[in-house]
């Protein structure tokens, strides 16, 4: 089984400032990581994830994230962000072995960037 | 990427009457579709597991018998609310798998309010 904690339930930020959206997991097995970003009223969209390789990983829109697995985490980051950014993004893992095995959600971090 | 398209998107229905909502992967199949409902500002709650061609497989504290699921084909599930009831009222959004991509991709999310 798995776990997902995403300690920050609301940040803050001004517009062009940078961001750290924090995530941890616990597992048993070797997990795949991923964030997805969900704007309001709609579904959730993948934002990026990691399956294997390299531990850093990069959206199109300028997020990255880092696998790091001795501290368990897998923190969201961006070095300037935009009013468009604002929205609720959850981290999510599941166990990297058998098919299909489900996600597992955090509780989600409410990203306000402020003008 | 991977699309994922729900219908309806939103829904009123009087308390009593049953609601049909499609979820479709469009340019993949999915052998394995999942349901969550998620309540405002919360994160995602698995309701069920559905495997095409087979029953679904649902979470503790589902009533399987008033969330119906069917996953007809490898491209379809349906999740039908029987006998709504105002505590029903909630955002359902479906994702289906990619075994290609070892991902879950999201739909955008049905509103159900029953009056």
């Known amino acids: 089984a798995q776990s997902v904690t995403q300690l920050d339930s609301q940040v803050p930020v001004f517009e062009e400032a940078p961001v750290e959206l924090r995530c941890n997991y616990s597992s048993s097995v070797s997990v795949y990581l991923f964030w997805y970003v969900q704007y309001p009223n709609q579904g959730l969209q993948l934002l990026l994830k990691y399956l294997s390789g390299s531990t850093l990983v990069e959206s199109i829109n300028g997020f990255e994230a880092e696998f790091n697995k001795s501290q368990t985490s897998f923190h969201l980051r961006k070095p300037s962000v935009h009013i468009s950014d604002t929205a609720e993004y959850f981290c999510a893992v599941k166990g990297s072995s058998g098919s299909a095995r489900q996600l597992t959600f955090g509780s989600g971090t409410q990203l306000t960037v402020l003008p | 990427g991977a699309v994922v398209s729900q219908h309806p998107s939103w829904v009123i229905c009087k308390s009593g009457t049953s609601v049909k909502i499609e979820c479709r992967s469009l340019d993949f199949q999915a052998t394995t579709m999942f349901w969550y409902r998620q309540f405002p500002k919360q994160s995602l709650m698995l309701m069920a597991t559905s495997n095409e061609g087979s029953k679904a497989t649902y979470e503790q504290g589902v009533e399987k018998d008033k969330f119906l699921i069917n996953h007809a084909s490898l491209t379809l599930s349906t999740l039908t609310v029987t006998s709504a009831h105002p505590e029903d009222s909630s955002f359902y959004i479906c994702?289906?798998?990619?075994?290609?991509?070892?991902?879950?991709?999201f739909g955008p999310g049905t509103r159900l309010t029953v009056l």
């Open positions: 994702s289906a798998f990619s075994g290609e991509s070892d991902t879950q991709y």
